[in-house]
């Protein structure tokens, strides 16, 4: 596709389950990015991958968070044993390198924890 | 030293008003002032950035004005429009690092017809 792809769009999940969230960057991007919106908030950064470098997790909230880039593409956010404080929408962004400045952002995955 | 702090919260304007946002940063490192724009239900998109060696951008209605020295930035929409009815996000980010953009808490863009 032409932009950044997300999926699930929309996940509802108990307390205590695990989820997992998917994005697909824009082909050609070696920069990829997983931010978090809350409800009325701005955006937290979370966990930075660019090409085969260690990532940058340092926003990452907790160990429960995690996340992977497999062969420099997809890349898949986790959640383990969901708090009803993850509720958010957790948003993607890739560029074709880092230091350009734009981010090209995907519609998000909204994670309501009940 | 990484927070960078926006305002108003909300704003309402008449259509071919002037809609005023402001932002304050802290890090002097940062060297990339991006404002992002987002309608309910999509991602933010990139609407117009700077860098510190300038001290306005335009691009159509929208301008960018930078203060090195106060270390703030803001946007100005000029003429609003029903249609730029939006959330409007400031955030700052050294590029020669990550890239990783810090952002502003947003501001609810509301232009009465």
């Known amino acids: 596709g032409a932009g950044v792809s997300q999926s699930p769009s929309n996940k509802v999940t108990e307390k205590g389950k695990d989820v997992e969230l998917r994005c697909d960057p824009i082909s050609g991007h070696t920069a990829l990015y997983w931010y978090r919106q809350s409800l009325g908030q701005g955006l937290e950064f979370l966990i930075y991958f660019q090409g085969n470098s260690a990532p940058d997790k340092s926003g990452l909230p907790s160990d429960r968070f995690s996340a992977e880039r497999t062969g420099g593409s997809v890349s898949t956010l986790t959640i383990q044993r969901t708090q009803q404080e993850d509720s958010a929408v957790y948003l993607c962004?890739?560029?074709?390198?880092?230091?350009?400045?734009?981010?090209?952002f995907g519609e998000g995955s909204r994670l309501t924890v009940l | 030293q990484q927070q960078v702090k926006q305002s108003p919260q909300s704003l309402i304007v008449q259509k071919g008003g002037i809609s005023i946002i402001n932002c304050a940063y802290e890090?002097?490192?940062?060297?990339?002032f991006p404002w992002y724009q987002q309608f309910p239900g999509k991602g933010p998109a990139l609407l117009i950035a700077?860098?510190?060696?300038?001290s306005e951008k335009k691009e159509g209605r929208f301008t960018i004005s930078f203060n090195k020295s106060a270390k703030q930035f803001s946007l100005h929409i000029m003429d609003s429009q029903p249609g730029d009815s939006a959330t409007y996000f400031c955030a700052a980010s050294k590029l020669s690092n990550t890239g990783k953009l810090i952002f502003g808490q947003g501001t609810t863009l509301q232009v009465k017809p």
């Open positions: 890090n002097t490192a940062f060297d990339y």
């Open positions: 962004a890739s560029t074709r390198f880092a230091n350009t400045g734009e981010l090209f």
């Open positions: 700077i860098r510190p060696d300038v």
